[in-house]
């Protein structure tokens, strides 16, 4: 299986990273040795000392396809969870200011922390009116409204699939919204969707 991110689709984390607003979705991959097991701890690697936390709508695929249209993309998945990407922002930047690939700093082990999934039916809610929200230590960090996405979780799929053919079991972290920071040793994270508590992560 594979990880698709998407990057920059909550306006307000754009501009909390000074970037550009994209004209079209930004995506990339992690594998899958970066899934984390639920319940695990994230042992705090050698190689960074700037983890930041991303949290995110997570989305199951549950069947084969390619060149989508956005108008069946909806047929493509039918649960979702939250996830955590993480990201070694003092690796990444380094690695955009030198023009070489970052996927070190977004695809290391144990950066793709997944919640259980859940029904959308099960929710009684659309995809695109679901609010989460991440804490830290206890204290709020993130908030998130899946309304506000620039693309559409459909429009995603429609375009990642124009590249990709997605199978089932692949994952998209649908982006992140403002809030992001930093992890230390000894913090714990945990994530709420439509204040259902989906997942607790500690930082060792
Ligand atoms: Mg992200």
């Not at 956005?70 to 998945?77: D, G, R």
């Not at 692949?170 to 919204?177: K, L, Y």
């Not at 000894?186 to 992560?201: K, Y």
Request: hydrophobic share 40%; with cysteine; glycine share 8%.
């Amino acid at each position: 299986m594979k990880i698709i991110c998407i990057g920059r689709n909550y306006a307000e984390h754009v501009r909390e990273l000074n970037h550009d607003t994209p004209e079209h979705p930004l995506f990339f991959i992690k594998p899958d040795s970066a899934l984390l097991q639920r319940g695990q701890p994230f042992f705090y690697p050698d190689f960074s000392t700037e983890i930041d936390y991303e949290l995110e709508l997570v989305v199951r695929i549950n069947r084969l396809g390619k060149n989508i249209q956005p108008k069946f993309a909806h047929k493509y998945y039918s649960e979702v969870a939250l996830g955590i990407d993480f990201t070694a922002r003092d690796l990444q930047r380094e690695a955009i200011d030198k023009g070489n690939p970052w996927t070190m700093a977004k695809g290391f082990d144990d950066s793709a922390v997944v919640s259980e999934f859940v029904q959308l039916t099960d929710m009684g809610k659309d995809i695109q009116d679901l609010n989460f929200e991440l804490r830290k230590n206890g204290s709020t960090v993130q908030q998130g409204y899946t309304g506000n996405m620039l693309f559409a979780v459909n429009d995603l799929i429609a375009y990642v699939s124009q590249y990709m053919t997605l199978k089932i079991g692949d994952f998209i972290f649908t982006g992140t919204p403002a809030g992001v920071g930093s992890i230390q040793i000894g913090d714990t994270l945990e994530g709420l969707l439509e204040n259902r508590p989906m997942l607790s992560c500690r930082i060792k």
